[in-house]
């Protein structure tokens, strides 16, 4: 470790509370796909702040935009009309079929947003005394003491559990119809899990999900935190399989790395909120949606929904030819788009130490679910890094396995 990358170390353990296990990294410098430490060292970033950076660091025409804004309006809070969130809202909504939306700071928030408009729009427009939500297992939906719940991991030391969610194991179409009670309110669901390894649901398990929910009267929820925003090679994870959720969530790279999140309804599900009954004093302020718009904007004149697609495709397919090359070293590829996951056929220990030697080498990524490297690479990055990215994956599998 560098004497200045030891001084930050020492720095945040006498300043910070202990809620992070740091990477060996400091990180001083960003742009598009590279990033710049402590010591001057150069790495390709295949994470993107987790799915956060779509657009790659620093971009300029974002940074003109928050330049432009901050100087002209910043935040007022959700007690006044700003034209800023309105156009954002339109644009946003024109990539689903929801109706309406609400703005806040996270994808957390978002799904807490989620959780709440389900109950209520049980209780006082479906008159149903409806309160559970059930999830599935290897989910992971937010941090704070509702979500936590409904994720069902990270909950020691927060217990008693906060009560109202229920889980069934994923893929188990029989679990689920049997799960289902008259106080189920909403079944919440990744398209494609990210902390759960990248695993995208089946078109019949999605399509059953759908038809128990619609049966007993029970929500449809997605949460696209991570897989939304273009990075499945879908404007939204769910679109891959025809779904129309009735409500559904995003967060991360809506602003290319400022706090933005939104719960979307279709109009039908928006009635369960109504004046009073949800707020947030930071969501939505002029600044972030004015960035937000610009990102959207960007997205659709570079097609890059489209352009994750198709490398996210050529990336997978070098993964599999490489699992073919090594013979058993990599037990799957999986995701869609620039959501890739690559299950490593080794213990979690070793699967580890590929991903310390990958960093060492310039190449910044992250491990979930065991032995799973993960891949959220910006939506701009260039295919020869992902393919270079192939090369060194090779040399290190082959040095450690």
Known sequence: MSEALERLKEREKSLMCRTYSRYPLGIVRGKGSRLWDVDGREYVDLLAGIAVIGLGHCHEEIAQVMAEQSRKLVHVSNLFYQEEQLDYAEKLLSTSHAGKVFFCNSGAESNEAAIKIARRYQHVVKGRDAWEVITLSNCFHGRTLATLAATGKHTEGFEPETPGFGRVPWGDLDALEKAIKP?????????????????????????????????????????????????SGKWWGFQNFNLKPDVFTSAKSMANGLPLGAMMATDEVAQGFDYGSHATTFGGGALVTAVGLKVLEIMERDHLVERAALLGDRARARFRALAEKLGGVIRDVRGMGLLIGVELDMSDEKARKVWLTLMERGYILNLTYGPTLRLLPPLTIDEADLEAFTGELEKVLREIA
């Open 183 to 231: 106080t189920t309110a909403a079944v919440l669901f990744e398209a494609i899990q990210g902390e759960g390894g990248i695993i995208p649901v089946t078109q019949e398990y999605a399509d059953g999900i759908v038809d128990i929910c619609r049966r007993h009267g029970v929500l449809v929820m997605c949460d696209e935190v991570q897989a939304g925003m273009g990075r």
